[in-house]
């Protein structure tokens, strides 16, 4: 077992022996540690991500609020007196993520949800930014078929694509995201959902951008109990498309525990879900081709 007699003045503070101090791998903002069997410590990796930390100070208790199941906090400080960083002590959540879990029922996506239309229905806490999930993809494609990315006349479809979703897609008025609803953030037990985690990539935005770092398998089980507003499935897929064709040019991304990270994972997802008959709301959201 590795110890971490720098994390001593922590764990005599919440009465933890500092042998009961362990690292929990993963992570890529946070260094996480379970603090004895009841509470879970981050701490920042980096100067860069201690503005996170930070956020998740306010919106924590947002969620919270609005009747979100997340862990609260029970001591965050930035004033480095015990450790030289910020760190934030959270109540510990019994379950595991879904990257190495087993696939959940769909009483589970349900669940999730009910879970997101209350984090969307929270205030706006103070520290959330503004977020409108990059813009406009078009130019991304063009500059994409310049550098041999892609073909012309797929460049060209998917710029039919994303002006017919944009005839499709409502006003969307801006919400509390998540901003990092993925499989590693959601926790589950018993095939049920404990809590949604990690609130680093909170921000003010779009809620159709919420849902684009699940499946749209995952996506299609979620909304039946979102019940928000006509069109959202067309701005979810509007943000699969967009954020699928700006990670085309990055390189292989080895060892990474999100399905996304891989350059083509997003655009074969699209792919994989219209090949296996998706639900009548998100037929004919694709553009045809004519020949």
Do not use: C
């Not at 981050?42 to 997340?70: C, H, Q």
């Amino acid at each position: 077992m590795t110890s971490h007699p720098e994390l001593e003045p922590l764990a005599a503070r919440f009465g933890v022996p500092v042998d009961a101090v362990r690292e929990v791998p993963g992570g890529v903002a946070n260094r996480a540690y379970l603090l004895g069997d009841e509470l879970f410590l981050r701490i920042p990796r980096s100067a860069a991500f201690e503005k996170d930390l930070l956020k998740e100070s306010t919106v924590i208790p947002a969620a919270i609020a609005a009747g979100v199941r997340t862990p609260a906090i029970v001591e965050f400080d930035a004033t480095r007196t015990l450790i030289d960083k910020p760190y934030m002590v959270l109540e510990r959540v019994y379950g595991t993520d879904l990257v190495d879990g087993e696939t959940p029922p769909q009483e589970f996506w349900r669940e999730v949800g009910h879970q997101v239309a209350l984090i969307h229905q929270a205030e706006r806490p103070v520290g959330a930014p503004e977020d409108d999930g990059g813009g406009d993809p078009r130019p991304t494609v063009d500059s994409l078929a310049a550098r041999g990315y892609l073909d012309v006349g797929i460049a060209s479809w998917l710029l039919e694509t994303f002006d017919h979703l944009a005839t499709l897609i409502p006003e969307q008025k801006p919400v509390l995201l998540h901003g990092d609803l993925a499989q590693q953030n959601l926790m589950a037990r018993g095939g049920r959902l404990e809590a949604i985690i990690d609130w680093g990539d909170a921000a003010w935005g779009p809620p159709g951008m919420e849902f684009a770092k699940l499946t749209l398998e995952q996506v299609a089980a979620t909304l039946p109990s979102y019940a928000g507003e006509a069109g959202l499935e067309a701005s979810v897929l509007w943000f699969h498309l967009s954020w699928g064709v700006s990670g085309l040019a990055k390189g292989p991304q080895p060892g990474q525990r999100h399905w996304t990270a891989p350059a083509a994972s997003r655009l074969l997802g699209v792919l994989r879900f219209y090949a296996s008959s998706p639900p009548d709301s998100w037929r004919g959201l694709i553009k045809k081709t004519q020949y």
